[in-house]
């Protein structure tokens, strides 16, 4: 049973530009979180998918925005890149959209703005 | 708002000694907690999780924590730490949100290092 995957593994990219980072959730599972966890911190929250709209967002600027596909896998978006949105981006994804409260987590996007 | 506090940043324990790692929360309904390992440059692997019932939870690797509801605390503890133990350790809180759905917060880790 695969797990929670992501693309790319590393990213590099300049200010100013944008950015599109892609998740598949672990089978069986209909919600797909995505988390910015910064040098020396804990994840914190963006937003999360279930049934291809948006339902929660957390404290993150419009310039982050998302996809999620009829087969539950879904994209992160960053325009306008700025020097502080260098992080390593994580997808998690949970099933019957988090009633049971966990979640289970992809290896990770490090995304490194120039 | 949920905040999750933890009080340690490094901590550093001999192979074979026993480890607790601290947690505190704040949260104002009864709440799902977990702790999460994360190896350098990896994601976050579950290592167990409360979301009622039993306050002494058992998890992955010989880990287990004990929620402990008048001391909102949820500590993280192994009898006998192996090398291979050694990484950064998250505890979060997780909480329903209005209108569906729910995340995790997190606290700043704890890193572990293991002396031979």
Redesign the interface.
Known sequence: DAG?T?SPTHLIKTRGQQVTLRCSPKSGHD?V?W?QQAL??????IF?Y?EEEE??R?NFPDRFSGHQFPNYSSELNVNALLLGDSALY?C?S?PD????????????T?LTVT | AQSVTQPDIHITVSEGASLELRCNYSYGATPYLFWYVQSPGQGLQLLLKYFSGDTLVQGIKGFEAEFKRSQSSFNLRKPSVHWSDAAEYFCAVGARLTGGGNKLTFGTGTQLKVEL
């Open positions: 929670v992501q919600t979180s988390y020396g911190q804990g994840p914190q929250f999360q279930y339902r929660q957390g994580l998690a949970s959209w988090g009633a049971r409260g966990e979640q289970y987590f992809g290896p990770g490090r």
